[in-house]
């Protein structure tokens, strides 16, 4: 395992810094989490499985928040009308018709209550905790550090991969309906991904603004590392539910 603290020292060429992006993704994207492994391996309780869906709702719900502070930040025109097909993504045409929606589909098919899910109300507190961050991050940081951010991405349709296949196959009350949502998102995630990678090689012309990126990345693996913690902790055995946040019982 890495310290990518000083990974940029002395200056990488791009295919070296692409080769070091890609490694901490290797080392700590969230397809390392053992709450992924027991997801995979069968091993959630339905409980468990209401409760990542109701918090994963609260980071598909900032996801365009955040892409639109980006906006924000950009300059090029040519920039911001690649960047937007993302918030189109996740909101659609009329605000329920893209992402968040297959999204909520996918947390009601579950048997939560949808209202319930987009008040955000019974997700945990590092969930707020962690989402609230990655808004911030985006909002504060430059416009280099908020795209690097966003390379998560090049790992997520591994995670799919991994996820889809398992689900559908471990627990009998998931179907393809169920999974809508994961239908579109690695064909999306590509073109995301490969436009967020060129710009990053592309404007990550020193070291400091390599290791700028690279820290961005680490950030963002920790982000979803953390609500998957949070996750285990609170649901997994001993259960340590916080107050205030989803039970079973009250689904
Ligand atoms: O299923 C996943 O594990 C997963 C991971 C990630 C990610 O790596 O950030 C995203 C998504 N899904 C996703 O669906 C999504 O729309 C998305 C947008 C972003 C981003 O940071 O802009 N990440 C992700």
Redesign the pocket.
Known sequence: MSDFSDAARGGLSKSELEAVLRQVGHER???RHPFHHRMTGGDLSKAEMQAWALN?YC??AV?PR??AMILAHAEDPAFRAAWRK?IE??DGEDGWSG?IAR?LHLATSLGLDAEAVKSERLALPATRFAVGA?LSFCTNRTLLEAVA?????M??PL??GE?VPAMLAKYDYITEDTLA??SR?PE??SR?ADFALAYVLGHADTAERQQQAIDALVF?CD??WAMLDALQHAYGEPANIPPGAFRPEAA
């Open positions: 994207y969230h397809n994963r980071y598909q996801i955040k892409d993302r993504d996740h992402g999204w990655y951010s966003s390379l998560t991405e790992f997520s995670i799919i996820r949502y994961f998102r999306q995630a995301d963002k982000i979803l």
